[in-house]
């Protein structure tokens, strides 16, 4: 099992980033994927979750109305697009897989959202 995710970096204040998170050794089209992320000093927090086929989303309040999650099961990959991102968005995103009561995760990639 591997997750990967690209796409991060350092963006100004009301900017945007998609984040990306290529996945392989499982079927990705049949389990729910999340996003989470981690700033320093705090514990990791869940951002946004979606289901396998990607008709159900959920979302931490903090993200509510700026972040989508979406996922394209032919490519394996699952999406975040960020907008209107705010200083206390810079944090290292993770995607995370749950799979035999496991959950699997990538090597995370850093957002920091600054001016």
């Known amino acids: 099992v591997q997750l990967v995710e690209s796409g991060g970096g350092l963006v100004q204040p009301g900017g945007s980033l998609r984040l990306s998170c290529a996945v392989s050794g499982f079927t990705f089209s049949s389990y729910f994927m999340s996003w989470y992320r981690q700033a320093p000093g705090k514990e990791r927090e869940l951002v946004s979750g979606i289901n396998s086929g990607g008709s159900v989303t959920n979302y931490a309040d903090s993200v509510k109305g700026r972040f989508t999650i979406s996922r394209d099961n032919a490519k394996n990959t699952v999406y975040l697009q960020m907008n209107s991102l705010k200083p206390e968005d810079t944090a290292v995103y993770y995607c995370?897989?749950?799979?035999w009561g496991k959950g699997y995760w990538g090597q995370g990639t850093q957002v920091t959202v600054s001016s």
């Open positions: 995370k897989v749950l799979l």
